[in-house]
Every structure is written in structure tokens, then in C-alpha cells.
């Protein structure tokens, strides 16, 4: 018993190390390529790790760690706007940003009034509401990563970021469903209390997920040389031979007199 | 770049070169329109835009290629459609 315990503190420790190393990782790639948005998505996984380190580390009150949250899910949501529905007429990605803002605020006046007075309905309705809310948020970057993988699935890119694609998404699906084991998590015992099996068993079962998503996103955002290599087994790289200008001009220049078709004419 | 090999595609069908060709050519526009230093793995979804749009299709144009109003476009819409490879291929 005591060793599995350890065993899930364990998991939720490499949980949040993979967090908050994805979200300084995203920092330094942000400035490395220039690739402003993804500080968005740095922000957001920093801020999903501090949370849960102020909420199982410190007495800080619980408002803290779910107004962090609420900032975290904002800045996901606009991490996976920027990255996959930058310029689109659809005005779906609007809208979920603003239906994201407005049940942050809905998500933290929850949480104030469970800090208040606390009730099995309230407990409740709140987790269910966390559920509604995390699904909108992960199910949006698991659909936009899913979506954009289905464009580029049968064109000629290289095999680890197609994987890279599959392997958000996936995580990011199975991120909408770890609320649901929360409500098995009787209201008025302290989550991850070993004292209690339920909330014993909860606690473990929130662990091994954790450190899934741990590893899906590690593997995604870290993904080391030799799991590229795998990947891209078989893969023909495309080398382009150096040309100078007035060589390539006129290379192109004698495809389009040998039959091109001049702009579709 | 992944991205531009893919937008090298496209342009390669479109005006029937091969995609060496292609590719190189957007190349060349990228360096016309940011600088002949720009690292091709540094450029965002803004830069690629503005460099279909106005150098690419001002090469376009001194090869003497017609309905490059339609090449530009297609090229756009075929951006918009990839965009995300330009994050998860350079994270």
C-alpha cells in the first residue's frame, strides 16, 4: 500500500517535471525560431504545472491554483488558435476563446463557493462543469491537431511529425476524461488521502493517467533522435542540389518552354 | 522546410515545373522578400504570406506566366490549410 502510494506521488512529480519542462522548452523554441505563439503554449503548460505544485506543495488558498488554471486553459486555447486557425474565416475558433473567458469566470465563482460553504451538489456540479470545461479546451486541440494530421497525412513530410500530430491529439482526448474519475472521489474526503480506499483508489487511478499524459507529451514535444529515426524508417529525404539564380531561372525557364502550361493556360 | 516543399508542390502543378524547380523558386522569393541572410527555418505563417503575395508573385510574373492571381491564391488557401506544420515541425 505504501509503496504504491509512492509509486503515484511518483508518477504525479513526473507529471508535472514533464509540464513544466514542455512549457520552458516552448520558451526557448519560441525564441530560437521566432515562432511568437508558442510562448502561448509555454505560458499555458508552466502554468498547469505551478498550479499543482502550489496546490499539493503549499497553503495557499485553493483560488490560487484555479485562477492559474483558468489562465493556463486561456492561453492553451490561444496556443491552439495561433498554431492551427490563424487567418480562417470561421469564427469558431472566436468563439471558443470567448466560451473559454467566460467559463474560466464561471469555473473560479464555482470554486469560490465550494471554498465557502462546500456540499455534495456543489461538489458536484463543479466537477462535472471541470469536465464540460476541459473538454471544450483539450477536445479543441485534439480535434484542430487531428484535422490539420488528416490534410497533411498523405503528403510527402516527414513521418515523426505526422506522429507528432497523432500523438497530441490523442493525449489531448484522453486529457477531457480524467474529470470524470474525479466524481467517484467522495466529496468530503481529502483527494489522494491514503486513509480512505476511494479516494485512495482515485487518487491512483488520476496518477497512471497523469503519467500518460506525461509521456504523450513528452514524447511528442521531446521527441528524442533515435524515436525520429524510428519514425521516419524508409522515409526518402528530399535533398535539393544548389542552384544559382541564373541557373534555376533558367531551368525553370526551359520546363515551361518544354510544355508548361503557363499558369494554366 | 516542410512547409515549403509542400506550397512547392502545389506550385509545381500549377504551372507544370518540377518541384525541385518549385521549391527553389519560392526560395528565392523568400530571400527577396526578407533578406538574402533569412534562416528558411525562422520564417512564421506573416512571412510566407507577404512573400507569396508580393515577391513570389512578382517572379511569377517576370517569367511571363499568366492567371497569377489564381497561382497566388491557391498557394494562400494551401497555407492557410498547412499553417500548422510550421509549428510542429520547428518545435
Not at chain 1, 511518483?10 to 507529471?15: A, G, K, T, W
Request: net charge positive.
Amino acid at each position: 500500500m505504501d509503496f504504491l502510494f509512492l509509486l503515484f506521488q511518483i508518477f504525479l512529480i513526473i507529471f508535472l517535471g514533464v509540464y513544466l519542462g514542455v512549457g520552458i522548452f516552448f520558451s526557448i523554441r519560441a525564441i530560437q525560431t521566432k515562432l511568437h505563439h508558442i510562448i502561448y503554449g509555454s505560458v499555458s503548460f508552466t502554468l498547469m504545472a505551478i498550479s499543482q505544485i502550489i496546490a499539493f506543495l503549499s497553503n495557499l488558498p485553493d483560488i490560487v491554483e484555479t485562477i492559474l488554471i483558468a489562465i493556463a486553459f486561456v492561453m492553451c486555447v490561444i496556443f491552439t488558435n495561433l498554431t492551427f486557425h490563424k487567418a480562417r474565416k470561421s469564427s469558431i475558433p472566436l468563439l471558443i476563446l470567448i466560451v473559454t473567458l467566460i467559463n474560466s469566470i464561471i469555473f473560479i465563482i464555482f470554486n469560490l463557493l465550494r471554498d465557502i460553504a462546500d456540499s455534495a451538489p456543489l461538489y458536484y456540479a463543479t466537477i462535472i462543469y471541470d469536465f464540460i470545461y476541459r473538454s471544450i479546451i483539450f477536445g479543441w486541440l485534439g480535434w484542430s491537431s487531428l484535422k490539420a494530421y488528416k490534410k497533411i497525412k498523405d503528403k510527402d513530410i516527414e513521418r515523426w511529425i505526422k506522429a507528432r500530430y497523432k500523438i497530441v491529439s490523442a493525449v489531448s482526448f484522453l486529457i477531457c476524461f480524467e474529470r470524470i474519475v474525479r466524481i467517484f472521489q467522495p466529496w468530503y474526503q481529502e483527494f489522494g488521502d491514503p486513509n480512505y480506499i476511494e479516494s485512495y483508489i482515485v487518487f491512483g487511478i488520476i496518477s497512471i493517467m497523469a503519467i500518460i499524459f506525461a509521456l504523450g507529451f513528452a514524447l511528442a514535444w521531446f521527441m528524442p533522435k533515435w524515436f525520429k529515426r524510428y519514425l521516419n524508417k524508409g522515409y526518402q529525404h528530399v535533398e535539393d542540389k544548389e542552384y544559382s539564380e541564373e541557373e534555376l531561372l533558367d531551368i525553370i525557364e526551359k520546363q515551361l518552354s518544354n510544355g508548361g502550361n503557363n499558369g494554366g493556360n | 522546410m516542410e512547409v515549403i516543399k509542400s506550397l512547392g508542390e502545389i506550385l509545381a502543378n500549377n504551372i507544370n515545373i518540377s518541384p525541385t524547380a518549385a521549391r527553389g523558386l519560392i526560395k528565392l522569393a523568400i530571400k527577396d522578400e526578407l533578406g538574402p541572410f533569412t534562416d528558411l527555418n525562422r520564417i512564421n505563417y506573416e512571412n510566407l504570406q507577404s512573400t507569396i503575395q508580393n515577391s513570389l508573385k512578382k517572379r511569377l510574373k517576370n517569367l511571363t506566366l499568366k492567371n497569377l492571381d489564381m497561382i497566388t491564391e491557391s498557394l494562400l488557401i494551401h497555407l492557410k490549410e498547412i499553417q500548422s506544420l510550421i509549428t510542429m515541425a520547428n518545435v
